[in-house]
Nanobody, 120 residues
Framework: QVQLVESGGGLVQAGGSLRLSCAGRTFGYATAWFRQAPGKERDFVAAIRWSDTYYADSVKGRFTISRDNAKNTVYLQMNSLEPEDTAIYYC??????????????????WGQGTQVTVSS
């Protein structure tokens, strides 16, 4: 069983930055960030597996996913934030041996989520 705990959300003005953290023993797991705005589907944001990273088109060039194995933490650095980035951000992981996916239904472990609000 993998337990994931997100932190780092908050309120920021448009153009600002935030760094989200996902603490959990996910070494060797495909680990991803998803987000969900009110009334909308849960959308893929970014994923990392070993040294490979993947991004949704909407965040490419603005967000960076990374991992610190010594700290058992995956990060999501978010720059040039826009009001459209406002959502609850969730960390998720797939079972060992499975590659990344942009489909939230294919993830096995989830954190509780952290709210990100970007004001205009």
């Amino acid at each position: 069983q993998v337990q994931l705990v997100e932190s780092g959300g908050g309120l920021v003005q448009a153009g600002g930055s935030l760094r989200l953290s996902c603490a959990g023993r996910t070494f060797g797991y495909a680990t991803a960030w998803f987000r969900q705005a009110p009334g909308k589907e849960r959308d893929f944001v970014a994923a990392i597996r070993w040294s490979d990273t993947y991004y949704a088109d909407s965040v490419k060039g603005r967000f960076t996913i990374s991992r610190d194995n010594a700290k058992n933490t995956v990060y999501l650095q978010m720059n040039s934030l826009e009001p459209e980035d406002t959502a609850i951000y969730y960390c998720a992981a797939r079972r060992v041996g499975r590659t990344y996916s942009d489909n939230y239904l294919e993830y096995d472990y989830w954190g509780q989520g952290t709210q990100v609000t970007v004001s205009s």
